[in-house]
């Protein structure tokens, strides 16, 4: 089935370092491919997105590009801030039936100054 | 951009009481609906989904009848959650798409406690 892997535990790092928050999927079909954000008390936003392979999703500084041959869809920002400490998810939208969403487990970024 | 609202944002209802929570779509007429429940740490589990004018699907392991889902119109759904006791406090949220939108778009949660 169509499922989102995130890799384990929270992301501690210092302003101005590098993130990497990997994400691998499993689908069947061709699913768009997206980045969630979710502030403390509050629901999701929409941070990136990827509709077909190669294409490269990118907003406020965060990059993602949907490797199909690694089935992978890795965040990037090369100098990140305090007000990037989130909580962040990968997900799928499934190609065919009902087009749900399918979350990772989301990994918690804490950026100290 | 697409916005959907939702509210109350947080709630305290009594064991054995209902309580109702709306998500409604301002700018864009939402075809689907989902409403997931996030615990404490941990990732969104998809709990329903509704198509406006037809009867939501839910997920495995969720009772229909105590998670009652209604879409009535293109911009409102909304989840009500009968006779809850505090094992259904959580973090509730939905979620809105219509044909045009490729990803979704959510609301800012509800967060239920029950006393």
């Known amino acids: 089935g169509n499922s989102v892997t995130q890799m384990e535990g929270p992301v501690t790092l210092s302003e101005e370092a590098f993130l990497t928050i990997n994400c691998t999927y499993t689908a069947t079909g061709y699913p768009s491919l997206f980045w969630y954000v979710q502030y403390p008390g509050e629901g999701l936003q929409l941070l990136l997105k990827a509709t077909k392979a190669d294409d490269k999703g990118s907003n406020k500084g965060f990059e993602a590009t949907y490797r199909k041959e690694t089935t992978s869809f890795h965040l990037e920002k090369g100098s990140v801030q305090v007000s990037d400490s989130a909580v962040y998810f990968c997900?799928?939208?499934?190609?065919?039936?009902?087009?749900?969403?399918?979350f990772g487990k989301g990994n918690q970024v804490v950026v100290i100054p | 951009g697409a916005v959907v609202s939702q509210h109350p944002s947080w709630v305290i209802c009594k064991s054995g009481t209902s309580v109702k929570i709306e998500c409604r779509s301002l700018d864009f007429q939402a075809t689907t609906m989902f409403w997931y429940r996030q615990f404490p740490k941990q990732s969104l589990m998809l709990m329903a989904t509704?198509?406006?004018?037809?009867?939501?699907?839910?997920e495995q392991g969720v009772e229909k009848d105590k998670f009652l889902i209604n879409h009535a119109s293109l911009t409102l759904s909304t989840l009500t959650v009968t006779s809850a006791h505090p094992e259904d406090s959580s973090f509730y949220i939905c979620?809105?798409?219509?044909?045009?939108?490729?990803?979704?778009?959510f609301g800012s949660g509800t967060r239920l406690t029950v006393v």
């Open positions: 997900a799928l939208r499934y190609s065919y039936g009902n087009n749900r969403l399918a």
């Open positions: 979620s809105a798409g219509s044909d045009k939108e490729d990803g979704y778009t």
């Open positions: 509704s198509n406006e004018g037809s009867k939501a699907t839910y």
